[in-house]
């Protein structure tokens, strides 16, 4: 993982996960995942290569259950590393916005670095799993994100039929729109008339 100002290191350890994730804003979009559900190694390999992204994560959880705590707490980890590697949010563009295709599908997602939480998500899955991965899980990892990180984060399905396909542009998606939000903004300070965030 490269050498990074904008960059954080998390663990979580509970009687569900034990979880350690590095994540660099200014990276290469480089990674190295075990996160214990395959779909999801998928969708954050996507997420960090469009983001350019550096991001490691292990985690060991109770997926013999089902794969519920560890995807909610990856989320909750990765919430945690963005909003501790952007430390005060000064110099930042604040504000990001991707519509990202992928084939017959268009997904939009539109972040604010607020330090206000709150997540809108209407993306609706057709199917239930996908390999073994229940899609229904993909909401309580954004959710998670966005309450750990302190953002806004709209994200919408406004077109598409495969659910691979979907979940492929909403990760992809977050991963654009985030990298335009951390972008310097060419000013000092945070981005707010009211002087913080």
């Known amino acids: 993982m490269s050498v990074s100002p904008r960059s954080a290191a998390v663990t979580r350890k509970t009687a569900e996960t034990d979880i ?25 390999t996507l ?13 060991k959880g109770d997926t013999e259950i089902d794969d519920h705590h560890s995807v909610e707490d990856i989320g909750i980890c990765l919430g945690e590393a963005i909003n501790r590697a ?7 563009a604040r504000y990001g ?8 599908t ?25 390999g073994s991965f229940d ?5 309580e990892f954004f959710r998670a994100v966005a309450q750990h990180g302190g953002m806004t984060l709209h994200i919408d399905l406004l077109h598409g039929r495969n659910g691979h396909h979907i979940l492929e542009a909403v990760f992809k998606g ?24």
């Open 20 to 44: 350690t994730l590095d994540f660099a804003v200014d990276g290469t979009g480089s990674s190295t995942l075990n996160s214990g559900v395959p779909f999801l190694d998928h969708m954050l």
């Open 47 to 59: 997420f960090a290569v469009h983001g350019f992204f550096d991001l490691q994560l292990r985690a």
């Open 86 to 92: 952007l430390d005060k949010r000064s110099g930042i």
């Open 97 to 104: 916005s991707c519509y990202l295709p992928m084939d017959e």
């Open 106 to 130: 268009l997904v939009r997602v539109v972040i604010d670095l607020s330090n206000r939480p709150f997540l809108h998500y209407d993306v609706p899955v057709r199917e239930e799993r996908l």
């Open 135 to 139: 899609t229904g899980l993909a909401l």
């Open 174 to 197: 977050f991963g654009r729109a985030l990298r335009m939000a951390t972008a310097p903004s060419g000013g000092a300070g945070v981005l707010s008339s009211k002087g913080c965030l």
